[in-house]
C-alpha cells in the first residue's frame, strides 16, 4: 500500500518548455488535489477533481491544466513553464470532501 | 472569513521539554473538522489527527495531544517530552466550506526544533 507517489520527485525547466506531473493514489480516493507550497505563501490550491472524468479550478490555476482519466491518477500539466512556476507542488487525495487529505512525498520544480 | 492563524512562527526548545502549538481558526460553520499535519525536513506532509468540532474532548496518542476549544477556536497541540525527531514544521488546516471541494485551508505553520 504505498498510498499517494508523485513523479518525478525533482525538475529543472527552461522557460516556455513544458512537463507533466503524475500523480497515484492506490486508496480508491474520489477527490484528488493539487498544491503549491511557496515559502511564506503556505499551500495554495491548484486544480481539483471530485472523482474521474471530472477536473476544477482551485486558487492558483493559471499557467496550469489536469486531467483525471482514471481514478488513481491525477495529471499536472505546464504548458510553458515561467520561472514564477518554481515551487515544491504536491498532490493530495481523500476519501471525501472535508476529510483529512494524505500527500504524496512533493515535486520540487524549478525553472530557470 | 476561514482563516487558520499559528502565530508562533518558531520555536526552539530543549529535548525532553514539553511544547505547545497554537492554532486558531475562523468559522461560522456550526460543525466542521479540524487538522494537524507535520512536515519534516525530508519535506513530505503527514496527517496527524482530524478533530470534529462536536467532540471537545481532548485527544491524548502517546506524547502527542491536542486541546480543542470550540470558546475561544482553538485547536492547540502540546507534544510531551519532545525528541530531536519532533523537529518539524507543524501544520494546522481546516477544510474550505465555500464549495463543494473540500480543500483544505492550512495555517502559515510553526517551526518546532529540538535540540538535543
Known amino acids: 500500500n504505498a498510498g499517494v507517489t508523485q513523479t518525478p520527485k525533482f525538475r529543472v525547466l527552461k522557460t516556455g518548455q513544458s512537463m507533466t506531473l503524475l500523480c497515484a493514489q492506490d486508496m480508491n480516493h474520489e477527490y484528488m488535489y493539487w498544491y503549491r507550497q511557496d515559502p511564506g505563501m503556505g499551500l495554495r490550491l491548484i486544480h481539483y477533481?471530485?472523482?474521474?472524468?471530472?477536473?476544477a479550478k482551485g486558487e492558483v490555476p493559471d499557467g496550469y491544466n489536469v486531467s483525471r482519466l482514471k481514478k488513481q491518477n491525477f495529471l499536472l500539466g505546464l504548458e510553458s513553464a515561467a520561472p514564477s512556476q518554481t515551487s515544491v507542488y504536491f498532490c493530495a487525495s481523500s476519501r471525501a470532501a472535508f476529510y483529512e487529505q494524505y500527500f504524496g512525498p512533493g515535486t520540487r520544480l524549478t525553472v530557470t | 472569513a476561514q482563516k487558520v492563524t499559528q502565530a508562533q512562527t518558531e520555536i526552539s526548545v530543549v529535548e525532553k521539554e514539553d511544547v505547545t502549538l497554537d492554532c486558531v481558526y475562523e468559522t461560522r460553520d456550526t460543525t466542521y473538522y479540524l487538522f494537524w499535519y507535520k512536515q519534516p525536513p525530508s519535506g513530505e506532509l503527514v496527517f496527524l489527527i482530524r478533530?470534529?468540532?462536536?467532540?471537545?474532548q481532548n485527544e491524548i496518542s502517546g506524547r502527542y495531544s491536542w486541546n480543542f476549544q470550540k470558546s475561544t477556536s482553538s485547536f492547540n497541540f502540546t507534544i510531551t517530552a519532545s525528541q530531536v525527531v519532533d523537529s518539524a514544521v507543524y501544520f494546522c488546516a481546516r477544510p474550505y466550506y465555500g464549495g463543494s471541494q473540500g480543500n483544505l485551508i492550512f495555517g502559515k505553520g510553526t517551526k518546532l526544533s529540538v535540540k538535543p
Open positions: 477533481s471530485v472523482g474521474e472524468g471530472t477536473t
Open positions: 478533530r470534529n468540532s462536536f467532540d471537545e
